[in-house]
């Protein structure tokens, strides 16, 4: 019986590999720019911190979580996203000592137990920003720009930033409080879940996907109809960041995303895709979590990414279709099992001068040496043979052409470095 890997999971192997290194090596690319710095954290963390993180009315802690006891009888959870096990690391290694903001990038998989479908999987791979420690609306516009930024130089088109301010505990309580009496005479008609939200967290019941939830809430009071002095200004202080950078964006007074560690501004990237699917990135700021995990009082903003979904939209847009060769790869060919000791002594002399290069190691006849040199799409072959070794001069081959020009070895890697 074959084992396969677990439902919701995917191996990326082959030419997909390449697509993530290209992902990869702009959001790379792009945090030297903005000076971030790379924060590798633990894939499992004590369950508490993100029931204390995340929050208990969220459907990741309700529904998602990948939770177990270990040997030493202590509930341990596979992390479902990136920012509680950021901000635990902050706090654990005294980062509110050193100069603030403290700006961090992690890249890695993350763990939900949810339905699998297209662009979800239950072992998925996030990218995403912490930056701790100002609470300048500005930065929160520099953060949105940032990840406007990454999506465009990926190449990604018909991207619609959505944003909008949940409020603070100031305002947020007054405004749960009139959504509350609203939603009273139709509680019966809510979801089951929603009944719940309806006692702990009213606001989640925008994100409710039901129908019918939908239709009760849809004219509901808006959280921005209550904000406070402080979250009105610094809503306001945001969107004139993102008009003085040319940031396009809507204002969606409906979104409250699906964390409950969200204060002031929210925000959903989408890139044209239909349905659920369509959201590839977002954010917020996070003002209580820190103190709530037992840090000092300061703020916080972030964002997360679904690489599965942006290659997938990528893909969708066309943009691996042509994906250039960064370096030419040369294929060795020994005439015969006599020349096989100076086919590897030639490939080991390339790669010393960072020249991508392969040989036999499967016995093949010459002529199946060539038919591998194409399947691997080699761009040349150099041929040895008996007199090529007597001689000190190799055919290098193009595989596209066909030219074929002969060679001392230090010319060989001459042309090919210069290729």
């Known amino acids: 019986m074959v084992i396969k890997g677990p439902k919701g999971t995917h ?16 959001l790379v690319e792009l945090m030297e720019f903005y000076d971030y710095c790379e924060i590798r954290t633990p ?23 990948y939770t177990f006891l270990d040997k030493g009888n202590r509930s341990i959870t596979l992390r479902p996203e990136g920012t509680a096990s950021v901000v635990r690391a902050f706090i654990e290694h005294g980062g509110f000592n050193e100069v603030l903001p403290s ?11 949810s339905r699998p479908q297209t662009g979800r999987y239950r072992q998925f791979h996030q990218f995403g920003v912490e930056v701790i420690g100002s609470i300048n609306p500005y930065l929160d516009g520099e953060v949105l720009e940032l990840m406007m930024n990454i999506f465009n ?18 305002c947020r309580p007054v405004h749960k409080e009139e959504l509350k009496k609203y939603l009273k005479k139709n509680y019966n008609e809510l979801c089951p879940t ?14 409710c996907k039901n129908e019918k939830c939908q239709e009760i809430i849809n ?75 037992g840090g000092p009082s300061l703020p916080g903003i972030g964002f997360a990414i679904g690489l599965e979904r ?11 279709d042509n994906i250039p060769k960064t370096k030419n790869k040369v294929y060795v060919a020994n005439v015969s099992d006599n020349n096989i000791d100076a086919a590897v002594k030639l490939v080991h002399e390339l790669r010393n001068n960072e020249i991508i290069a392969i040989n036999d190691i499967m016995s093949r006849k010459l002529k199946g040496q060539f038919k591998y040199a194409n399947k691997i799409d080699a761009d040349y072959v150099i041929t040895i043979g008996d007199d090529e070794i007597a001689n000190n001069t190799y055919p290098l081959k193009n595989m596209i052409t ?17 290729v």
Request: glycine share 10%.
């Open 103 to 113: 700006k961090f990038y992690y890249i890695g998989p993350m763990f939900r137990y």
């Open 43 to 65: 894939i499992f963390e004590s369950t508490e911190l993100f029931l204390r993180g995340v929050g208990d009315t969220t459907d990741i802690v309700d529904k998602e979580m």
């Open 194 to 207: 929603c009944q719940v939200r309806y006692e702990k967290n009213p606001l989640r019941i925008f994100d």
């Open 402 to 418: 066909g030219e074929q020009v002969y060679y001392s070895i230090d010319e060989l890697i001459k042309n090919l470095r210069g």
């Open 153 to 170: 130089s990926l190449g990604i088109k018909n991207l619609n930033l959505e944003i909008n301010s949940v409020g603070c505990p100031k």
């Open 310 to 320: 942006v290659v997938l939209t990528m893909e969708e847009q066309g943009l691996f």
């Open 11 to 26: 191996d990326i192997i082959s030419n997909d590999i390449k697509k993530w290194h290209i992902i990869e090596s702009k």
């Open 219 to 293: 004219n509901g009071p808006l959280i921005t109809d209550n904000l406070c002095e402080e979250c009105n200004e610094h809503f306001t202080n945001v969107k004139n960041y993102l008009d003085m950078t040319n940031v396009d964006y809507t204002i969606n007074k409906k979104m409250v995303r699906g964390l409950d560690y969200y204060t002031k501004t929210a925000f959903e990237i989408t890139a044209g895709r239909e349905g659920a699917q369509s959201s590839i990135g977002g954010g917020g700021r996070y003002d209580g979590l820190i103190e709530e995990l």
